[in-house]
């Protein structure tokens, strides 16, 4: 694996970042500015939750945006390779556990990461099981509950739809 920076995100997570921050930077901060402005309006600051909840929220949407910056300063794109021998970063992995259930991964970095969207971290137990495994392999790990789990790898594609 090629060396690189603190961060490793796929092209579109990068892409994923800088819209996010182009939406904070511009839209969201003007909405949090205005929610504030009107805030203020209510009179008494010291016993006015609208504009603590506004400031509240301006405080994070700006400790975000300093998250994403230094994301991004601090990252390295790695393309998924073109070929499907091997998992590797950037595949879309299908494979099937121990009760015939196949489910679908895409393997991204920590800063990607979203199970919920099938977005796995190569540092996961199951993301570094499967990196450098074959299709019709069969890969198992400790699970972060303490269950060891088995997954054959039914395919490795390099891009949706691609196999």
Same mark, same amino acid.
């Given at each position: 694996?090629?060396?690189?920076?603190?961060? /490793?995100?796929?092209?579109?997570?990068?892409?994923?970042?800088?819209?996010?921050?182009?939406?904070?930077?511009?839209?969201?901060?003007?909405?949090?500015?205005?929610?504030?402005?009107?805030?203020?309006?209510?009179?008494?600051? &010291?016993?006015?939750?609208?504009?603590?909840?506004?400031?509240?929220?301006?405080?994070?949407?700006?400790?975000?945006?300093?998250?994403?910056?230094?994301?991004?300063?601090?990252?390295? /794109? +790695?393309?998924?390779?073109?070929?499907?021998?091997? /998992?590797?970063?950037?595949?879309?992995?299908? +494979?099937?556990?121990?009760? &015939?259930?196949?489910?679908?991964?895409?393997? /991204?970095?920590?800063?990607?990461?979203?199970?919920?969207?099938?977005?796995?971290?190569?540092?996961?137990?199951?993301?570094?099981?499967?990196?450098?495994?074959?299709?019709?392999?069969?890969?198992?790990?400790?699970?972060?509950?303490?269950?060891?789990?088995?997954?054959?790898?039914?395919?490795?594609?390099?891009?949706?739809?691609?196999?």
């Amino acid at each position: 694996m090629m060396e690189t920076k603190g961060y /490793v995100l796929t092209p579109e997570g990068k892409k994923e970042l800088e819209d996010e921050l182009k939406w904070r930077e511009g839209e969201e901060r003007d909405r949090i500015t205005e929610a504030i402005r009107v805030a203020r309006g209510f009179g008494d600051l &010291s016993e006015n939750s609208e504009y603590d909840d506004a400031k509240d929220s301006q405080a994070a949407n700006e400790e975000r945006i300093v998250e994403i910056k230094q994301m991004l300063a601090n990252s390295s /794109v +790695v393309s998924a390779p073109k070929s499907n021998r091997t /998992v590797d970063f950037g595949h879309v992995v299908t +494979v099937e556990d121990a009760n &015939s259930r196949e489910r679908t991964f895409k393997l /991204v970095g920590t800063a990607e990461a979203d199970p919920k969207q099938g977005k796995i971290s190569n540092e996961s137990p199951m993301g570094k099981a499967l990196f450098g495994h074959r299709k019709g392999e069969t890969v198992s790990f400790l699970s972060p509950s303490g269950k060891t789990l088995s997954y054959k790898i039914l395919s490795i594609e390099s891009d949706k739809g691609e196999n």
